[in-house]
Antibody, heavy 121, light 108 residues
Framework: EVQLLESGGGLVQPGGSLRLSCAAS????????MDWVRQAPGKGLEWVSG????????YYADSVKGRFTISRDNSKNTLFLQLNSLSAEDTAVYYC??????????????WGQGTLVTVSS | ETVLTQSPGTLSLSPGERATLSCRAS???????LAWYQQKPGQAPRLLIY???SRATGTPDRFSGSGSGTDFTLTISRLEPEDFAVYYC?????????FGRGTKVEIK
Protein backbone atom coordinates (compact mmCIF):
# COMPACT_ATOMS: atom_id res chain seq x y z
CA GLU A 1 0.00 0.00 0.00
CA VAL A 2 1.38 3.40 -1.01
CA GLN A 3 1.71 5.78 1.91
CA LEU A 4 2.90 9.38 1.92
CA LEU A 5 3.31 11.17 5.23
CA GLU A 6 4.11 14.89 5.25
CA SER A 7 5.59 16.77 8.19
CA GLY A 8 7.24 20.09 8.93
CA GLY A 9 4.35 22.50 8.52
CA GLY A 10 3.52 25.18 11.04
CA LEU A 11 3.30 28.88 11.74
CA VAL A 12 6.09 31.06 10.36
CA GLN A 13 6.57 34.80 10.13
CA PRO A 14 6.71 36.61 6.78
CA GLY A 15 10.18 36.34 5.34
CA GLY A 16 10.84 33.16 7.27
CA SER A 17 11.75 29.66 6.19
CA LEU A 18 10.41 26.16 6.67
CA ARG A 19 11.40 22.68 5.50
CA LEU A 20 8.73 20.16 4.64
CA SER A 21 9.35 16.42 4.50
CA CYS A 22 7.40 13.56 2.99
CA ALA A 23 8.14 9.98 4.01
CA ALA A 24 7.13 7.50 1.32
CA SER A 25 6.51 3.77 1.48
CA UNK A 26 4.81 1.02 -0.47
CA UNK A 27 6.50 1.58 -3.83
CA UNK A 28 9.98 1.83 -5.34
CA UNK A 29 10.59 5.45 -4.42
CA UNK A 30 13.59 6.09 -6.66
CA UNK A 31 11.69 5.02 -9.78
CA UNK A 32 9.09 7.76 -9.71
CA UNK A 33 9.04 11.52 -9.91
CA MET A 34 7.52 13.26 -6.91
CA ASP A 35 5.72 16.57 -6.58
CA TRP A 36 4.39 19.13 -4.17
CA VAL A 37 0.91 20.57 -4.71
CA ARG A 38 -0.60 23.23 -2.47
CA GLN A 39 -4.08 24.42 -1.65
CA ALA A 40 -4.73 27.80 -0.05
CA PRO A 41 -7.62 27.85 2.44
CA GLY A 42 -10.91 27.53 0.56
CA LYS A 43 -9.14 27.61 -2.80
CA GLY A 44 -8.18 25.22 -5.56
CA LEU A 45 -5.07 23.17 -6.23
CA GLU A 46 -1.76 24.61 -7.41
CA TRP A 47 1.18 22.52 -8.57
CA VAL A 48 4.28 23.89 -6.85
CA SER A 49 7.31 21.77 -7.70
CA GLY A 50 8.41 18.41 -9.05
CA UNK A 51 11.56 16.30 -9.08
CA UNK A 52 12.56 13.35 -11.24
CA UNK A 53 13.10 9.90 -9.77
CA UNK A 54 16.86 10.26 -9.82
CA UNK A 55 16.70 13.77 -8.42
CA UNK A 56 18.63 15.09 -11.39
CA UNK A 57 15.82 17.26 -12.76
CA UNK A 58 13.69 19.72 -10.85
CA TYR A 59 10.71 21.82 -11.87
CA TYR A 60 9.06 24.84 -10.26
CA ALA A 61 6.00 26.99 -10.67
CA ASP A 62 6.86 30.60 -11.46
CA SER A 63 5.23 31.67 -8.18
CA VAL A 64 7.88 29.87 -6.13
CA LYS A 65 10.92 29.81 -8.40
CA GLY A 66 13.99 31.14 -6.62
CA ARG A 67 12.38 30.80 -3.19
CA PHE A 68 11.54 27.08 -2.88
CA THR A 69 13.90 24.15 -3.38
CA ILE A 70 12.77 20.57 -3.91
CA SER A 71 15.05 17.64 -3.17
CA ARG A 72 14.89 13.95 -2.34
CA ASP A 73 16.90 11.31 -0.49
CA ASN A 74 16.31 8.02 -2.27
CA SER A 75 18.23 6.10 0.39
CA LYS A 76 15.64 7.22 2.94
CA ASN A 77 12.57 7.31 0.69
CA THR A 78 12.01 10.93 1.62
CA LEU A 79 11.01 14.02 -0.34
CA PHE A 80 11.75 17.55 0.85
CA LEU A 81 10.65 21.09 0.10
CA GLN A 82 12.65 24.01 1.44
CA LEU A 83 10.51 27.13 1.64
CA ASN A 84 12.31 30.49 1.92
CA SER A 85 11.22 34.13 1.83
CA LEU A 86 7.69 33.15 2.75
CA SER A 87 4.76 35.51 2.38
CA ALA A 88 1.08 35.35 3.30
CA GLU A 89 0.33 34.13 -0.25
CA ASP A 90 2.22 30.92 0.57
CA THR A 91 -0.25 29.99 3.31
CA ALA A 92 -1.71 26.66 2.24
CA VAL A 93 -1.94 22.96 2.85
CA TYR A 94 1.05 21.41 1.09
CA TYR A 95 0.46 17.95 -0.35
CA CYS A 96 3.16 15.50 -1.29
CA UNK A 97 2.12 13.55 -4.38
CA UNK A 98 3.54 10.53 -6.11
CA UNK A 99 3.90 11.20 -9.81
CA UNK A 100 2.88 8.55 -12.31
CA UNK A 101 5.91 9.37 -14.42
CA UNK A 102 9.64 9.22 -13.90
CA UNK A 103 10.80 12.69 -14.92
CA UNK A 104 8.70 15.76 -15.70
CA UNK A 105 5.43 16.36 -13.82
CA UNK A 106 2.65 14.07 -14.97
CA UNK A 107 -0.52 13.14 -13.18
CA UNK A 108 -0.55 12.31 -9.49
CA UNK A 109 -1.77 8.87 -8.53
CA UNK A 110 -1.25 9.01 -4.77
CA TRP A 111 -1.41 11.91 -2.33
CA GLY A 112 -0.45 12.45 1.27
CA GLN A 113 -2.84 14.01 3.76
CA GLY A 114 -1.05 17.34 3.63
CA THR A 115 0.72 19.64 6.06
CA LEU A 116 -0.48 23.17 6.79
CA VAL A 117 1.87 26.10 6.39
CA THR A 118 0.63 29.38 7.85
CA VAL A 119 2.59 32.56 7.18
CA SER A 120 1.57 35.28 9.58
CA SER A 121 3.05 37.77 12.02
CA GLU B 1 0.59 28.72 -19.15
CA THR B 2 -2.49 26.69 -20.01
CA VAL B 3 -5.55 28.00 -18.18
CA LEU B 4 -8.26 25.44 -17.44
CA THR B 5 -11.81 26.74 -17.04
CA GLN B 6 -14.22 24.41 -15.29
CA SER B 7 -17.97 24.79 -15.54
CA PRO B 8 -20.33 25.02 -13.91
CA GLY B 9 -18.85 26.24 -10.65
CA THR B 10 -21.54 24.38 -8.73
CA LEU B 11 -23.81 21.59 -9.86
CA SER B 12 -26.90 20.85 -7.73
CA LEU B 13 -28.26 17.38 -8.40
CA SER B 14 -30.07 14.53 -6.68
CA PRO B 15 -28.72 11.02 -6.10
CA GLY B 16 -29.33 8.89 -9.17
CA GLU B 17 -29.06 11.80 -11.59
CA ARG B 18 -26.40 12.21 -14.26
CA ALA B 19 -23.64 14.79 -13.76
CA THR B 20 -21.74 16.39 -16.63
CA LEU B 21 -18.68 18.49 -15.75
CA SER B 22 -16.74 20.54 -18.30
CA CYS B 23 -13.07 21.49 -18.44
CA ARG B 24 -11.96 23.83 -21.23
CA ALA B 25 -8.30 24.62 -21.90
CA SER B 26 -6.94 27.93 -23.19
CA UNK B 27 -4.75 26.00 -25.64
CA UNK B 28 -4.68 22.49 -26.93
CA UNK B 29 -3.62 19.93 -24.34
CA UNK B 30 -0.84 17.82 -25.76
CA UNK B 31 -1.63 14.11 -26.16
CA UNK B 32 -4.88 14.44 -24.22
CA UNK B 33 -2.87 14.60 -21.03
CA LEU B 34 -5.84 15.54 -18.87
CA ALA B 35 -6.67 14.13 -15.44
CA TRP B 36 -9.64 14.44 -13.10
CA TYR B 37 -9.53 14.36 -9.30
CA GLN B 38 -12.19 14.15 -6.61
CA GLN B 39 -11.76 15.96 -3.30
CA LYS B 40 -14.00 15.65 -0.26
CA PRO B 41 -13.88 18.11 2.66
CA GLY B 42 -10.82 17.65 4.83
CA GLN B 43 -9.34 15.04 2.51
CA ALA B 44 -6.60 14.93 -0.06
CA PRO B 45 -7.54 14.78 -3.73
CA ARG B 46 -8.03 11.35 -5.27
CA LEU B 47 -7.17 10.51 -8.87
CA LEU B 48 -10.21 9.40 -10.91
CA ILE B 49 -9.27 9.70 -14.58
CA TYR B 50 -6.01 10.15 -16.51
CA UNK B 51 -5.23 10.43 -20.19
CA UNK B 52 -8.66 12.09 -20.59
CA UNK B 53 -10.54 8.79 -20.49
CA SER B 54 -8.65 6.08 -18.57
CA ARG B 55 -10.07 5.20 -15.18
CA ALA B 56 -7.58 4.99 -12.33
CA THR B 57 -7.41 1.89 -10.18
CA GLY B 58 -10.50 1.73 -8.00
CA THR B 59 -12.52 4.31 -9.93
CA PRO B 60 -16.10 3.05 -10.33
CA ASP B 61 -17.29 2.63 -13.90
CA ARG B 62 -20.05 5.20 -13.39
CA PHE B 63 -17.24 7.75 -13.86
CA SER B 64 -16.16 8.36 -17.43
CA GLY B 65 -13.94 10.92 -19.10
CA SER B 66 -13.93 12.13 -22.67
CA GLY B 67 -12.60 14.87 -24.89
CA SER B 68 -9.48 16.03 -26.66
CA GLY B 69 -7.76 19.21 -27.73
CA THR B 70 -9.29 21.94 -25.61
CA ASP B 71 -12.60 20.44 -24.46
CA PHE B 72 -12.91 17.70 -21.89
CA THR B 73 -15.80 16.24 -19.93
CA LEU B 74 -16.22 14.16 -16.80
CA THR B 75 -19.51 12.31 -16.61
CA ILE B 76 -20.96 10.57 -13.58
CA SER B 77 -23.72 8.37 -14.95
CA ARG B 78 -25.76 7.96 -11.74
CA LEU B 79 -24.76 9.95 -8.68
CA GLU B 80 -24.19 7.97 -5.51
CA PRO B 81 -24.23 9.72 -2.08
CA GLU B 82 -20.43 9.43 -1.86
CA ASP B 83 -19.97 11.28 -5.17
CA PHE B 84 -20.93 14.69 -3.79
CA ALA B 85 -17.59 16.46 -3.70
CA VAL B 86 -15.39 18.92 -5.59
CA TYR B 87 -13.87 17.81 -8.89
CA TYR B 88 -10.71 19.25 -10.42
CA CYS B 89 -9.23 18.80 -13.84
CA UNK B 90 -5.47 18.97 -14.40
CA UNK B 91 -3.50 19.18 -17.62
CA UNK B 92 0.00 17.74 -17.72
CA UNK B 93 0.68 17.96 -21.44
CA UNK B 94 1.92 21.55 -21.42
CA UNK B 95 4.43 22.98 -18.99
CA UNK B 96 3.71 23.98 -16.30
CA UNK B 97 1.05 21.55 -15.22
CA UNK B 98 -2.10 23.42 -14.21
CA PHE B 99 -5.40 22.75 -12.46
CA GLY B 100 -8.87 24.10 -13.02
CA ARG B 101 -10.63 25.92 -10.19
CA GLY B 102 -13.00 23.03 -9.54
CA THR B 103 -16.67 22.11 -9.85
CA LYS B 104 -18.60 21.43 -6.68
CA VAL B 105 -21.26 18.74 -7.02
CA GLU B 106 -23.77 19.28 -4.24
CA ILE B 107 -26.96 17.57 -3.17
CA LYS B 108 -30.07 19.31 -4.44
Amino acid sequence: EVQLLESGGGLVQPGGSLRLSCAASGFTFSTYAMDWVRQAPGKGLEWVSGISGSGGSTYYADSVKGRFTISRDNSKNTLFLQLNSLSAEDTAVYYCAKDSGVSKPYYFDYWGQGTLVTVSS
Amino acid sequence: ETVLTQSPGTLSLSPGERATLSCRASQSVSSSYLAWYQQKPGQAPRLLIYGASSRATGTPDRFSGSGSGTDFTLTISRLEPEDFAVYYCQQYGNSPSTFGRGTKVEIK
